[in-house]
């Protein structure tokens, strides 16, 4: 079990990447501080960080094209960003 602990509010969401197209397996986590960050699992060290304009609520990825998808409460559609 390992603590999530790079958020300055709550996580509100997590999300697994068992291996990526890079053989990487990932951790996304997203929270009140309208951040999304990517954890490699192999030392849980952060290797990417995004900031949104209102908290996130709901995050999913996709494995065959490695998008990810997140929801915050004042965009009103859903973002895509590419993880590659």
Wanted: aromatic share 4%; proline share 1%.
């Amino acid at each position: 079990m390992r603590e999530v602990s790079n958020h300055q509010k709550t996580v509100t969401c997590l999300t697994f990447d068992g291996a990526n197209g890079a053989g990487k397996r990932r951790l996304l986590s997203g929270g009140l501080d309208q951040m999304v960050k990517v954890y490699d699992v192999a030392d849980w060290k952060v290797v990417h960080t995004m900031r949104y304009t209102a908290p996130i609520l709901s995050i999913a990825i996709s494995v065959r094209i490695v998008l990810l998808s997140s929801v915050s409460v004042r965009e009103t559609s859903s973002r895509l960003s590419s993880l590659r």
